[in-house]
């Protein structure tokens, strides 16, 4: 079974440039939830689709970051303007529903992000 | 603000000796409960997950649930060097604590 894909795995770009990170979750999982973790700390959500409809973007900066996840599939994530306190690595991982026992989620390796 | 408290550590062991990490939180509503290990430059990667109050043992891990006092607990028993990383308590709607890193000295 493939696992959750992500690219580009690494993207340096400069303040106030816009960037995409891509996610293609495990086959068949109708949650997707992107995660931004910077560097000594946990995991943080930023947000969390089920299908394609989002059930919470608490956590996510509208003003700069969004996501979309069409047909209920393979998702984008994009930052635009970038600030240099967006370093970071930005996880994306899938699970097959949103509540216990279905809710394990499986883990992309990830994109680490770099703003100069 | 739904809270999720590790010790951050690090926490060293002798290799051969029980590992123990805990973790609080704060939303008495949670109904799932997990552990992941992630190594250095690594994404997360799923030890245990837990859902009732007690023991759950797989190998040489137990996790330990105690909904009423809300914290979870990552026993490591025969602690061997490979288990070296940063373990993370996650809870019911996939808050992340800030991990506890973990060294296993040979």
């Known amino acids: 079974e493939a696992g959750v894909a992500q690219s580009p795995r690494y993207k340096i770009i400069e303040k106030r440039q816009s960037v995409a990170f891509w996610c293609n979750p495990i086959?068949?999982?109708?949650?997707l939830y992107w995660y931004q973790q910077i560097l000594g700390q946990g995991p943080k959500l930023l947000i969390q689709?089920?299908?394609?409809?989002?059930?919470?973007d608490s956590q996510l900066p509208k003003d700069r970051f969004s996501a979309e996840r069409l047909k209920g599939v393979d998702s984008t994530l994009k930052i635009q303007p970038a600030k240099l306190e967006d370093s970071a690595v930005y996880l994306c991982?899938?699970?097959?529903?949103?509540?216990?026992?279905?809710?394990?989620?499986?883990f992309g390796a990830g994109t680490r992000l770099s703003v100069l | 603000q739904k809270e999720v408290e590790q010790n951050s550590g690090p926490l060293s062991v002798p290799e051969g000796a029980i590992a123990s990490l805990n973790c609080t939180y704060s939303?008495?509503?949670?109904?799932?409960f997990f552990w992941y290990r992630q190594y250095s430059g690594k994404s997360p990667e799923l030890i245990m997950f837990?859902?009732?109050?007690g023991d759950k043992e797989d190998g040489r891990f137990t996790a330990q649930l105690n909904k009423a006092s809300q914290y979870v607990s990552l026993l490591i028993r025969d602690s061997q060097p490979s288990d070296s990383a940063t373990y993370l308590c996650?809870?019911?709607?996939?808050?992340f604590g800030a991990g506890t890193r973990l060294t296993v000295k040979p």
């Open positions: 837990i859902y009732s109050n």
């Open positions: 939303d008495r509503g949670s109904q799932s």
């Open positions: 991982a899938s699970s097959l529903a949103r509540g216990p026992p279905l809710n394990i989620q499986y």
């Open positions: 689709f089920q299908n394609n409809g989002v059930v919470d």
């Open positions: 086959s068949g999982h109708a949650t």
């Open positions: 996650a809870v019911g709607d996939m808050r």
